[in-house]
C-alpha cells in the first residue's frame, strides 16, 4: 500500500491534469449539442449529413439512429475522449512501469527491501484506480446533465463513462504488457501508441465499410458496442474488463521472466555502422534523421485527415451555415479553395513549430559542448549553425511536399470543387516561404543573442494568432498581411505570383546571414 | 622559461586576460608550451585552466593579451589551429545516437584526415567496444572514445582538459604510456589537471595557475630542487640534547615527539643534516624527498589567502 501512495504521490500532478482535462472536456460539451440546431428539422438533417459522410464516419465512426443531442455528443467528443483516455494510458503506464525502471528510481526503490513482483502490482491498482475516477468523473460530467439535454440519462452516462473507463483500463494492460516486452521506455510508449494507431485504423475500417463484428476486435470501438445513450448494453463490457484482466495477468507473468531494467525483446545499443561523412551538413542531417522522419509521418498524417475531415465544412459552408471560428476562416468567394488555404496554413504553422525546434538544436548542441567537439575539428566556426539552418530548411521542404503530395491526392476524393488538387497541394507546399523566414529568424536569435534562442516563439505566436484568429477578431487586411502565413500564391490562378513567397524566403535567408556572422564574432556560451 | 630546442614555442600566451562581464576568469596568464614537450597546466578548480585552452582552441576571444597557437591566432584562424590539434574537454558530452564507432566516424570526417589503424589499436587497448551506442556508455567509456579520437588523429598538438577523470587506474597508466609515446613521435602536449600527481610522472615542465593568475612555471625537476626534503631520526636518550643543538647550528629546526626527530631540510643541507646524525648513531634515519604535492598544496594555500 505504501508504494502504491507513494506511486500516486509521485505522478498526482500529471494524473490529476489528465482526469480534469477529460472530465472537463466531457462536461463542458454537453450543452453545446442542444443549442447548435434550433428545431428538430434541421438536427435530423445535419445527423443525415453525418451518416452520409465517410470523412466524418471515419474520424468520429457511425451516427446511432435517430441522432439526438446526446447520441452526437457521444459520437463527436466521445471520439475524442476516448482516444485521449488511450493516450493518457500509454503514458501513464509507461511512466509507473519501465520508465521508473530506466531513470534508476525503482533501482532505489528495489534496494530497500521491496519484493520484486511489488512495484507491477502497485502500478496495476493505480490504473486500475485511475479508470475508475476516470468513469466515474465522466459519469458525473455527462450525467449532470440530466433534463436539461434531450436523450442523455442516467444510464447512458453511466455507460459512457464506462466506455471511457474500459477504453483506458484497456489501453493500460496493454501498454503494461509491451513494457515488459519493449527493451527501454522509449521503444514501451512507441509501441503503445502504434497500438493506439492500429485500433483507430481498424475502427475507421470497421466503421467506414460497416463491418459491424470488427468493430468488436477495436478498443476504440466501444462506444459503438456499448452504445451509451442508444441501448447502454451492459454486457459489452463484459468482454473488455475480461481482456484487461487477462493482459494484466499475462503482463504480471512475464515480468518474472525477464531481467530488471530490460525487456524480453534485447536492447538493440550495439551495431556496427559506420558514418561516411565529410560535411558538418552530413553530420547534421544523420543527427536530424529520426526527428525528421516522426514529424513527416505525423504532419503528413494529420494534414491530410484535416482536408479530408474538410467535406462537411466546405459542404455547409455553400449552404452559408457556418460561423463562429472555422466560418471567419472560410469567409472567401471558393468555399473549398479557401478551406484548402486553411489547412495549409495549419500544416504550415505545424511546420514552423518543427522548423524553430530544429533549428533551436544548434544552442542545445553549443550548451552541451557538442558544438566543441565539431569546432575543435577544424570547422569554421559559423558552419554548425548554417548546417542546422539549411538541414531544418530541406527538412521542412521534405515535410511540406510529402503532406503536400497526400493532401493532393486525398482531398480530391472528398472535397467537390474546381482544382483541388492542385490547391491541396499548393497551399501546403507554399508555405515552405514561411517556414524559411521562422527558420532565420531563429537562426539569428540563436546566432547573435543563444541565451534568448526561446524568444523566437514570439513572433511564430504571433503569426500564427494573426493568420488564425485575424478575421475572427477584425484585425486590418494591412496588419494581418504582415504575418508570415498568408503569402501563398494560388497555383490554380493564371497570374498567381510567387513574390510574396519569394521575399519570405529572401528575409529568411537574409536574417540567417545575419545570425552567422553574429555567431562567428562571439564566445561559444556553455552551460 | 626554458626553451629546450630554441625552436619557436608551439603555444604562446602574453598577458592573456579573459572576463565575462564583471568577472574576470583569466587575469595576466603567460603559457609557453615548447614543441615536443609534455607541458602540465595544473590549478584547483576554477582557476581558469577551462578558460584559458577554450581561448587558445578559439572558442573565445580573449579580452587582452597575445595568444598564437601552432603559429597562428586562434581568434582569426580558428579552424586552421583546430585542424592540426586534438581536443579532449573536461566534461565529454557526445551523441547519445551514434555508436562509438559512428562518432569517431562523424569526428574523423570532419577534420578530413584519420588513421584507422591507430584508432583500431587505441580503441582495443583501452578495451572500448565501439559498436556500442553513446548512450549506454559511463562517462569514462565517453572520455575514451575522445580520447581514442584525439590521440590517433595526426595532429601536432594534444590539448588534453582533465582527461582522466573518468577512468581507472589501469586506464589511466595507459593514458601516460600514450602521452609518452605522442611526445616520443614529436608531438606537442598540453595536460590540464587539478591533481598533480597525474601530471607529475609524464611532464616536463609545468604552469600552475590560481583564480587566473600565474603562481609558478617552469621545470619539474627545478621546482623540486627548491622544496625541502623531511629527516627523520630516533637518536639514543642520552645524545638527544647535543643532536638537537647541531642540527640547530646547521641551520634547521628539529620537533621532537617521543624521542622521534623530524626535521624539515633544504635540499643542499640533507648532507650534513644526515651526516650529523649518523656520527651521533641515531636509530631509524629516514629521508623523504621532497614531494612536489606538498609544494603543490602550498602554492594553492598561499594564492588563497
Redesign the interface.
Known amino acids: 500500500m505504501t508504494l502504491t501512495r507513494l506511486l500516486v504521490r509521485r505522478h498526482r500532478l500529471t494524473l490529476t491534469c489528465w482526469l480534469l482535462l477529460l472530465t472537463g472536456l466531457s462536461g463542458g460539451t454537453v450543452t453545446a449539442y442542444q443549442n447548435t440546431y434550433a428545431t428538430e428539422q434541421q438536427r435530423e438533417a445535419a445527423a443525415a449529413l453525418a451518416r452520409d459522410n465517410a470523412a466524418t464516419t471515419m474520424m468520429y465512426g457511425r451516427l446511432p439512429v435517430p441522432g439526438t443531442p446526446a447520441q452526437m455528443y457521444v459520437w463527436e467528443i466521445g471520439a475524442f475522449t476516448t482516444v485521449l483516455a488511450a493516450v493518457m494510458a500509454v503514458l501513464v503506464a509507461v511512466s509507473l512501469t519501465r520508465a521508473a525502471e530506466d531513470d534508476g528510481t525503482l533501482e532505489l526503490l528495489r534496494g530497500c527491501g521491496i519484493a520484486p513482483a511489488r512495484p507491477l502490482r502497485s502500478a496495476l491498482w493505480v490504473l486500475a484506480g485511475c479508470a475508475v475516477v476516470l468513469g466515474a468523473g465522466c459519469t458525473v460530467a455527462a450525467g449532470v446533465h440530466t433534463g436539461s439535454v434531450d436523450g442523455v440519462t442516467g444510464a447512458g452516462a453511466a455507460a459512457y463513462g464506462t466506455a471511457v473507463a474500459l477504453t483506458f483500463l484497456l489501453f493500460a494492460a496493454l501498454t503494461v504488457l509491451l513494457s515488459q516486452i519493449a527493451p527501454a521506455a522509449g521503444q514501451a510508449r512507441l509501441l503503445g501508441f502504434t497500438v493506439v494507431g492500429l485500433s483507430f485504423a481498424v475502427r475507421a475500417f470497421a466503421d467506414t465499410q460497416q463491418i459491424g463484428w470488427l468493430t468488436w476486435f477495436s478498443p476504440l470501438g466501444l462506444r459503438a458496442t456499448v452504445e451509451p445513450f442508444t441501448s447502454d448494453r451492459w454486457t459489452a463490457a463484459l468482454l473488455p474488463v475480461a481482456a484487461a484482466a487477462l493482459t494484466a495477468t499475462a503482463a504480471v507473468l512475464l515480468s518474472q521472466r525477464r531481467e530488471f531494467g530490460a525487456g524480453l525483446l534485447p536492447r538493440r ?12 551538413v ?2 547534421t542531417a ?2 536530424n534523421r ?1 526527428s525528421l522522419l516522426t514529424w513527416t509521418v505525423a504532419v503528413a498524417a494529420i494534414g491530410t485527415v484535416f482536408a479530408a475531415m474538410g467535406s462537411g465544412a466546405v459542404d455547409r459552408e455553400r449552404d452559408g451555415e457556418v460561423g463562429g471560428f472555422l466560418g471567419a476562416q472560410l469567409n472567401g468567394a471558393d468555399p473549398a479553395a479557401a478551406f484548402l488555404s486553411y489547412c495549409g496554413t495549419v500544416v504550415g504553422i505545424i511546420v514552423c513549430v518543427y522548423a524553430v525546434l530544429s533549428v533551436s538544436q544548434s544552442r542545445h548542441a553549443e550548451r ?3 558544438t ?10 559559423w558552419v554548425p549553425l548554417a548546417a542546422q539552418s539549411a538541414v531544418t530548411a530541406a527538412g521542412c521542404a521534405v515535410v511540406l511536399l510529402v503532406t503536400g503530395v497526400l493532401s493532393a491526392l486525398v482531398a480530391p476524393a472528398v472535397i467537390a470543387g474546381d482544382d483541388v488538387a492542385v490547391r491541396a497541394f499548393g497551399y501546403i507546399a507554399g508555405q515552405w516561404g514561411a517556414v524559411v523566414a521562422m527558420t532565420g529568424c531563429t537562426a539569428l536569435i540563436a546566432g547573435t543573442a543563444p541565451r534568448w534562442t526561446a524568444l523566437a516563439w514570439l513572433p511564430l505566436t504571433a503569426a500564427a494568432g494573426l493568420a488564425l484568429l485575424g478575421d475572427l477578431l477584425g484585425v486590418p487586411q494591412r496588419v494581418q498581411d504582415l504575418g508570415i502565413f498568408p503569402h501563398v500564391p494560388d497555383l490554380a490562378l493564371a497570374d498567381a505570383s510567387p513574390a510574396g513567397l519569394l521575399l519570405l524566403v529572401g528575409i529568411g535567408a537574409a536574417l540567417c546571414l545575419t545570425g552567422l556572422w553574429g555567431m562567428a564574432r ?3 556560451i556553455i552551460g | 622559461m626554458i626553451t629546450s630546442r630554441g625552436d619557436t614555442p608551439v603555444v604562446d600566451v602574453d598577458g592573456l586576460v579573459k572576463r565575462f562581464g564583471t568577472f574576470t576568469a583569466v587575469d595576466g596568464l603567460d603559457l609557453r608550451v615548447q614543441p615536443g614537450s609534455v607541458h602540465g597546466f595544473l590549478g584547483p578548480n576554477g582557476a581558469g585552466k577551462s578558460t584559458t585552452i ?1 581561448v587558445l ?5 580573449a579580452t587582452a593579451g597575445r595568444v598564437s597557437v601552432l603559429g597562428l591566432d586562434p581568434a582569426r584562424h ?3 589551429v ?6 579532449v ?1 573536461g ?5 547519445p ?3 562509438g ?2 562518432v569517431l ?3 574523423a ?4 584526415c584519420r588513421d584507422e589503424a591507430a584508432e583500431r589499436e587505441l580503441a582495443g587497448a583501452f578495451a572500448l ?1 565501439t ?3 553513446v ?2 556508455y559511463s562517462k569514462g567509456n565517453r572520455q575514451k572514445v ?1 580520447l581514442v579520437a584525439a590521440l590517433a588523429a595526426p595532429t601536432e598538438l594534444l590539448v588534453l582538459d582533465e582527461p582522466t577523470s573518468g577512468l581507472d587506474p589501469l586506464m589511466e597508466e595507459l593514458f601516460q604510456r600514450c602521452v609518452r609515446d605522442a611526445a616520443a613521435a614529436g608531438r606537442t602536449v598540453l595536460l590540464s589537471s587539478h591533481i598533480l600527481a597525474e601530471v607529475e610522472d609524464v611532464c616536463d615542465t609545468v604552469t600552475i595557475i590560481k583564480d587566473g593568475r600565474l603562481v609558478e612555471s617552469g621545470r619539474l625537476a627545478d621546482m623540486r630542487h627548491l622544496a625541502a626534503s623531511t629527516v627523520t631520526a630516533r637518536p639514543a636518550g642520552h645524545q638527544l640534547a647535543a643532536v638537537t643543538d647541531r642540527l640547530l647550528r646547521l641551520g634547521v629546526a628539529p620537533e621532537r615527539t617521543d624521542g622521534l626527530l623530524r626535521v624539515s631540510v633544504p635540499r643542499t643541507a640533507v648532507p650534513a643534516v644526515l651526516g650529523a646524525l649518523a656520527e651521533a648513531g641515531a636509530d631509524d634515519i629516514t629521508c623523504t624527498p621532497a614531494r612536489l604535492e606538498d609544494l603543490f598544496l602550498r602554492h594553492y594555500e598561499v594564492a588563497a589567502r
Open positions: 545499443d550495439r551495431r556496427t555502422a559506420r558514418l561516411r561523412l565529410g560535411s558538418t552530413a553530420l544523420r543527427l529520426a552541451r559542448g557538442l566543441d567537439m565539431v569546432l575543435a575539428t577544424g570547422v569554421r566556426r562571439r564566445d561559444l | 577554450r582552441l578559439g572558442l573565445y576571444r580558428a579552424d586552421q583546430t585542424r592540426r590539434l586534438s581536443y574537454p566534461e565529454v558530452t557526445l551523441w545516437n551514434l555508436t564507432q559512428e566516424d562523424a569526428l570526417g570532419l577534420r578530413g567496444d559498436r556500442r551506442k548512450r549506454t575522445v
